[in-house]
């Protein structure tokens, strides 16, 4: 599989940017590739020629796919990352598949990806930039045993990117390794009325499910396209689930779209109305 390189762009020494990263660096290992976490903040002061440059370069080299995380720090990304790429040769990048992430404060900062950080990757000159994700800062938290929760809505788009970044890099899709030959299984299983509980549950923990929900209720509120593109990715990971969560989708929508209409009512109350 794929080697790639996890950057984390942060200065600060509790960077839940850094924290979001090493948490998806697991994902990536559970689907076969060989991942290097990189803190950009542990390279002492350098120019060009400092072996730590040196060193660095020879790790961008070595990768197939970068990870780039970065904090947005005044509507852009952080001065420590473009330090670091400042140093790194022109195209760096080139034939690497990148993956650009951002953590920040405000949602008002949430196209900082698209107009500061990705066109300066373009300019190293990579293969492929995948699509990226801006993370809140408030959706990523750590319990006192070091364990990091990211809120369900970005958690279902955070894996949803990485998997496709993954994919790119000929990673093995999570669902897939559990019920391979997928297409045989789904046959067999279909025949025999044995319903895929445990998968729906992976499903439903992963976050996804909640992809759709609006923005003002904590959700993601993805666009069609970005559903459909979810909807597509699961079922060649696993055809026996992917359509199952069209039902559910379709019924959230309709919840919303009465709830908007009748802001006053209680949602249970709607739901109750869509289900009857
Ligand atoms: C100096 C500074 C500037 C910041 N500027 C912004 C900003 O312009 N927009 C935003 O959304 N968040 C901003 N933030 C908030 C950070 O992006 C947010 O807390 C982020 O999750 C921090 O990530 P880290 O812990 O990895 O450093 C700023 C934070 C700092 C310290």
């Known amino acids: 599989m794929a080697t790639i390189l996890s950057v984390s762009g942060s200065p600060s020494a509790t960077s839940r940017t850094a924290r979001l990263l090493r948490h998806l ?24 020629r400092h072996t730590a440059i040196v060193e660095a370069t020879a790790l961008f080299e070595r990768a197939d796919g970068i990870m780039i995380g970065t904090p947005v ?40 990806i698209d107009y500061a950080l990705r066109p300066v990757l373009n ?8 699509p990226g994700w801006f993370t809140l800062g408030k959706d990523i938290t750590e319990d006192d045993d070091g364990t990091l929760t990211v809120a369900p809505g970005a958690a279902g788009v955070l894996a949803q990117v990485t998997d496709q970044f993954s994919l790119a890099l000929g990673g093995r899709p999570t669902l897939r ?27 439903s923990a992963s976050g996804l499910l909640g992809i759709t929900v609006p923005r003002s209720h904590g959700g993601a509120e993805v666009s069609a396209r970005t ?16 359509q199952i969560p069209q039902h559910h989708f379709f019924f959230v929508m309709r919840v919303f779209e009465r709830f908007r209409k009748r802001r006053a ?9 869509v289900c009857s």
């Open 25 to 48: 660096d697991d994902r990536l290992r559970a689907q076969g590739h060989d991942v290097i976490p990189f803190d950009v903040r542990t390279l002492p002061p350098a120019d060009f």
């Open 123 to 130: 300019s190293m000159g990579p293969a492929h930039i995948t």
């Open 177 to 203: 390794r559990r019920r391979e030959p997928a297409m045989t299984h789904v046959i067999a299983d279909d025949a025999e009325r044995i319903l895929p509980r445990a998968e729906l549950d992976e499903l």
């Open 265 to 273: 009512i209680d949602l249970m109350r709607v739901a109750t109305a």
């Open 73 to 112: 720090y005044k509507a852009a990304y952080s001065g420590l990352l473009k330090a670091l790429l400042d140093l790194l040769p022109q195209y760096a990048l080139a034939g690497k598949t990148v993956l650009p992430l951002a953590t920040g404060g405000t949602t008002a900062h949430v196209l900082a």
């Open 227 to 242: 559903l459909g593109e979810v909807v597509r990715l699961r079922s060649a990971a696993d055809a026996g689930i992917g």
